[in-house]
């Protein structure tokens, strides 16, 4: 009987899903395909945005680090929320206003020249690539839990799922599901701490002060400044205009409401890391000590809540991590399209589309054969972040403020960040762990450096 149940109601919202993405109709046009022809308003680009950075490493990787060190990850979490605000502040009115934009690569060529358009579009692909292994990693595990199966062949299955309604109707398609799914997840993860904080005579509330001490105490006593102080960083600065949220940007009706998404997404990240920390702390009185960090929510579902509410939340789960995948595909398939192909190429409009939704089964299944090789969620996350931030960011935020930026400035920045950034993983995944500089800030560093020296050059060149 239960497991009739929960594939019926799995089942149910995967057909959700797809009369979702029907009513939405498949895309005619490559304008409608990678930005929804420009036209959506605040409340659905507020939602897609919140739907898509809150994936894996938002649900179940913030549960784990509660389960395990308490406040200190809300404390990382809030520099993610402060990112989201500045950016909505400072940043996405701009990207917004700039006319013919598809991707961040369109407004790195409109600032700077085509060569850095396809350098940005080669690392962008390569990010969204990556982040989709880890946002299939993390459905292939719910799909896991709730079917049994391997999750080599779960995680085929949610990129396959994701690749199709995505291919079909493109960014509007995904937002509107995005939009289904946010209203899921933002329901019935509240109502599961509330139901985990009142069972059994309210037994969690009474020792959730307690557990949430000791769980901080060790938390802050095992991790040592230098490495609160990358995690920092990496939170504020990782996802910062990755592809998905600047083709949102883009996709808004006007600036304002690009504006304010980006601003309510912000306040909405503080409340959900809130309650994420909250449910790993609550899980400490419910889930064996030695439970794996990625696994900790999933065991919560499965010891607190009857067959009908655990089929209810692990679909959830898979809700939250749908909406961030189905967001890289299309945004790793728009890059793909328009920051490497077109540039290259002179292609007509239909063949932008058939590009794109090609590109998205490709990313699909560059997704799923990378899922099992991810070691665990939030370090897959901090992995991409520290590539994405030297590699994008300095150019990117220098090309929309200076009046006059320098092509060669970014082309060197971009190149070194990315370089330094992809050695010092290497490096410090293959030694021993020790207390070191974070990748993330002296890869900054390095890409900083490189702009400025680009940027030097060009100016003594031009004085000679």
């Known amino acids: 009987m239960d497991a009739f149940l929960s594939t019926v109601l799995v089942l149910g919202f995967f057909a959700l899903l797809a009369f979702v993405a029907y009513r939405a109709r498949a895309a005619r046009e490559y304008t409608e395909f990678s930005l929804a022809k420009r036209s959506l308003p605040l409340a659905l680009i507020f939602a897609s945005l919140c739907a898509t950075y809150i994936g894996p490493g938002f649900s179940l990787g913030f549960v784990g680090r509660g389960f395990q060190s308490g406040l200190l990850f809300l404390c990382v979490g809030l520099a993610y929320c402060a990112q989201n605000i500045l950016v909505g502040l400072f940043v ?18 409109h600032k700077y020249n085509r060569a850095c358009q396809v350098l940005t579009g080669v690392i962008s692909v390569g990010v969204c690539g990556a982040l989709s292994a880890v946002m299939a990693n993390g459905a292939g595990s719910v799909v896991e839990q709730v079917f049994g199966i391997p999750l080599w062949r779960a995680a085929i299955f949610s990129a396959v799922l994701a690749a199709l309604y995505t291919s079909w109707g493109g960014l509007k398609t995904t937002i509107m599901t995005d939009a289904l799914q946010f209203a899921v997840f933002s329901i019935l993860m509240p109502a599961m701490l509330l139901f985990a904080l009142v069972r059994d005579g309210g037994r969690g509330a009474a020792v959730f002060s307690v557990e949430l001490a000791a769980a901080s105490s060790t938390g802050f006593q095992s991790t040592s400044t230098l490495e609160i102080v990358g995690l920092i960083a990496a939170w504020f600065l990782g996802e910062t205009l990755i592809p998905p949220y600047a083709n949102r940007a883009l996709a808004a009706q006007s600036s304002r409401a690009s504006r304010n998404s980006f601003v309510l997404a912000g306040v909405f ?5 809130a309650l994420m920390i909250a449910l790993g702390t609550v899980a400490r009185t419910e889930v064996a000590a030695e439970t794996k960090g990625d696994h900790v929510l999933l065991s919560l579902v499965q010891t607190t809540l009857p067959v009908g509410g655990r089929m209810l939340l692990l679909i959830a789960l898979l809700s939250v991590i749908l909406s961030s995948l189905d967001a890289l595909l299309n945004a790793g398939a728009v890059v793909f399209t328009q920051d490497v192909v077109k540039p290259l190429a002179r292609i007509s409009d239909r063949t932008s589309l058939t590009c794109g939704r090609l590109a998205t089964v490709a990313l699909a299944l560059v997704a799923a054969v990378g899922a099992t090789a991810v070691p665990e969620i939030i370090t897959g996350l901090r992995i991409c ?22 092509p060669l400035a970014g082309i060197l920045s971009m190149i070194t960040g990315a370089t330094v950034a992809v050695t010092l993983e290497s490096v410090q995944h293959a030694g021993p762990k020790a207390a070191t500089v974070p990748p993330i800030l002296l890869a900054l560093a390095a890409s900083l450096a490189a702009y400025f020296l680009g940027h030097v050059l060009v100016g003594f060149r031009g004085r000679r």
């Open 92 to 109: 996405a009115p701009r990207l917004r206003s700039l006319v013919d934009c598809h991707t961040l690569g369109d407004a790195m060529r």
């Open 269 to 273: 990240s503080f409340l959900w890391f």
């Open 385 to 406: 972040y520290t590539v994405w931030a030297p590699a994008i960011l300095p150019a990117a935020v220098f090309g929309l403020w200076l009046p006059r930026p320098r």
